[in-house]
């Protein structure tokens, strides 16, 4: 009796640890980190929707890049086209080009052994948000999302493709991956060149930046804005902008659990008419995220929004669109730990030319994805309705 009592004390007191150094970790982050909206740049837009066309133009531009490719990553894998990757940036150190690399601390699978290797080709390598007492809780979970690639300061980008097979559909697991990446020319890379010295300054590596890093851009066709969240922010932007809807809203995100305020501000607007559309994946990746879903996703549904699981293998874009004129193109997923953890970055497509190829990719996969039901929730079964209330209790850390 007295064990099993020492036990539980000892528990909750565990517990009760994680509980406050994970609120104070929190309230430190948004004090020290505010998000930042970039002015108003005027580039030239590509989307990648599929692995082969990302991974395709990303070696062919930093095989032909002639200053400097700097990259973040969340998750690098050691995998076959990590090795390839890895085995390219080595061939471009070795001529001169400067080589950086920043990956998650959680996120990178790259061993010690590899790491030596790319630092004795000339490669400057960090890892991004290391875990540090006193707050050693919230600063595990606290994790940089970003994925942004900089060529030669001219060429730029930014979305949802990590450095893995799976990302080109080579995992049977999930079969084909569809994800957005943005690639852009000219103007508005600077910004991207400016989050990755942040980030990479925030890991511990001091760096000179060179008259190469910023070139003079030309400017392109399409405005876009960039939106850097470190954990606060995304969320209030995302209610404000859904508030603005008028006829149609389309979202596309591998996670949903966004929490009660955004939740509410779907409904609403599903009530006042707004045509709502939201494609998620009907595979998981994680334990527990999509159970986490699930209750959400009931309530949706019940109030008229449209649901679908993309069943032609994994979805991980993350997009959102308005009314057909507004839309975004972001590392941020549809969930808690993005809105109010993670440290991501957003674009924002501000005219109807480039947001209609988006909307164009986002209705082509809606059709041959399944419509979720009221009726075929219900036939979930007991084992599932259990994992939903235990993925209820951390959806904070889902």
Known sequence: MKIALTIAILLIAVIVYLRIDFLVGLA???????????????????????????FEKLFADIEASRHHVHMIFYIFKEDHIGTRLIELLEKK??????????VDWVGSKLSRKTIKRLQEAGIVFAKSHTPRFPTFFFSLNHRNHRKITVIDGKIGYLGGFNVGDEYLGRNPRFGFWRDFHMRFEGDGVQDLQDQFFADLA??????????????????????????????????????ERLKEAKHSILLGSPYYVPGE????????????????????????????????????????????????HYDQGFYHAKAL???????????????????????????????????????TRML??????????????????????????????????L
């Open 321 to 359: 669109v308005i009314d057909q004129s507004f839309g975004w193109i972001s590392t941020a997923n549809l969930d808690k730990r993005s809105f109010h953890l993670n440290s991501e970055m957003t674009c924002l497509l501000e005219n109807e030319a480039t947001v209609s190829v988006v909307v």
């Open 202 to 239: 925030l890991a511990g590596i001091n760096n000179q930046q060179k008259k190469s890093d910023y070139p003079v851009l030309e400017q392109g066709p399409h405005p876009v804005r960039f939106f850097t969240t470190n954990g606060t922010g995304l969320e209030s932007l995302l209610l």
């Open 93 to 102: 150190a070795n001529e001169g080009i400067d080589i950086k690399l920043l």
């Open 28 to 54: 430190r982050l948004r004090k020290q980190h505010l998000p930042e909206i970039q002015d108003e740049r005027h580039t030239s837009t590509f989307l990648l929707a599929t692995g082969e066309d990302f």
């Open 364 to 397: 082509r996969d809606i059709e041959i994805s399944e419509k979720l039901t009221t009726q075929s929730l219900k036939q979930r079964g007991l084992y599932s309705k259990a994992k939903e209330q235990l993925a209820g209790m951390v959806s904070g850390l």
């Open 261 to 308: 305020t955004v939740q509410e501000a779907l409904i609403q607007a599903s009530q006042n008419g707004i045509e709502i559309s939201l494609l998620l994946p009907q595979k998981s990746d994680h334990p527990l995220v999509k159970e986490g879903s699930m209750g959400y996703i009931q309530r949706l549904i019940e109030s008229g929004v449209s649901v679908y």
